[in-house]
């Protein structure tokens, strides 16, 4: 046991060459880059040879680092399957999914019932986050992402496609229904997302496909996520841009009025995300199922 090196250095160590760059290392064990830097210069020290050649802001893994790096991967692995049966073991058949909070509360927990109902001694977590850098992988079995189909290292599975419609309360719609959607644009009252990273459709990107005339937007509010957006339409505040799949319960039941036929889509949506093993295991298929079923109507 002597010959072990720090082990959270070595942790460290893995997420710097699969991940390719220490910032992305520091994103997915969610801390600053300089505990990065310091956990690698440990391991180096440890080890008495160079891991990365620096080069300004550039560091490159030597062959010494990759030949190491090949040769422990197997090992945690097996530790980490090792670690999580224990842990399964002891607290019983279990769940922890991370996802965005408007998700969480309007589509995915309607719907985890349906898993429930499967299995009513599986104990569910659920965690959420506005970003997914603060969804860390390591601690979560499964999470519910927003983007390309594209995760590094793992697998996903599409559960909604991106289509985005102009969606409010039926007291608001009705003093609408005259407008053109130009009109409606103008008029308002809109939500707005606070979206400094630009992932998602907004209404500059609603203006230019569907009312390219319109002059200039209505003045509005503006909410820091997507669930927020909706419980700010659900009360009559204005119109928000909504994700059909996510409210699409809300709309059947009368609660939101789509205020146009024609939607914004893409190639992203929303993806079930996790390692291979998750996806394939019994867990992960009660999953897939109960996300695909219909979900049990909301209660207002």
């Known amino acids: 046991m002597r010959d072990l090196p720090p082990l959270k250095a070595l942790r460290v160590f893995e997420a710097c060459i699969r991940l390719g760059t220490f910032t992305a290392a520091a994103r997915e064990l969610n ?5 990065i830097s310091h956990q690698i210069q440990a391991l180096e020290n440890d080890l008495g040879l160079t891991l990365f050649e620096r080069n300004g802001g550039v560091t490159t893994p030597t062959a010494d680092a990759l030949a190491y790096h090949a040769r422990i991967t197997a090992a945690l692995a097996d530790i980490a399957t090792a670690t999580r ?21 309007f589509w995915l927990m309607p719907k985890l019932a349906n898993l429930r109902n499967r299995d009513s001694d599986l104990s569910v977590r659920v965690v959420t986050s506005e970003r997914d850098q603060h969804i860390s992988m390591d601690s979560v079995d499964c999470a519910i992402l927003f983007g390309d189909g594209h995760w590094n290292g793992m697998e996903a599975r599409l559960l909604i496609p991106e289509a985005v419609v102009p969606i ?13 959607i130009g009109d409606m644009f103008m008029q308002g009252p809109l939500i707005h997302l606070d979206d400094p990273e630009r992932r998602w459709f907004n209404w500059n990107d609603w203006k230019s496909r569907r009312a390219p005339h319109a002059i200039r937007a209505a003045p509005g509010i503006e909410v820091s996520n997507h669930g927020i957006a909706i419980h700010e339409a659900l009360l009559g505040h204005g119109i928000a841009l909504g994700w059909r799949g996510v409210i699409d319960d809300l709309v059947s039941s009368g609660l939101l009025v789509e205020l146009d036929h024609e939607p914004l889509t893409s190639e992203r949506g929303y993806y079930l995300v996790g390692p291979e093993k998750f996806m394939k295991s019994h867990l992960g298929s009660e999953l897939l199922a109960a996300l695909s079923a219909k979900a049990i109507p909301i209660v207002t």
Not at 31 to 35: D, E, F, I, R
Not at 85 to 103: D, F, I, N
Not at 172 to 177: D, E, H, N, P
């Open 168 to 180: 409010a309360a039926p007291s608001v719609a009705t003093k609408l229904v005259s407008l053109s």
């Open 31 to 35: 801390v600053g880059q300089p505990a």
């Open 85 to 105: 049966s224990l842990r399964e073991r002891a607290k019983g058949p279990s769940l922890t999914l991370g996802t965005y909070p408007g998700l969480a509360m």
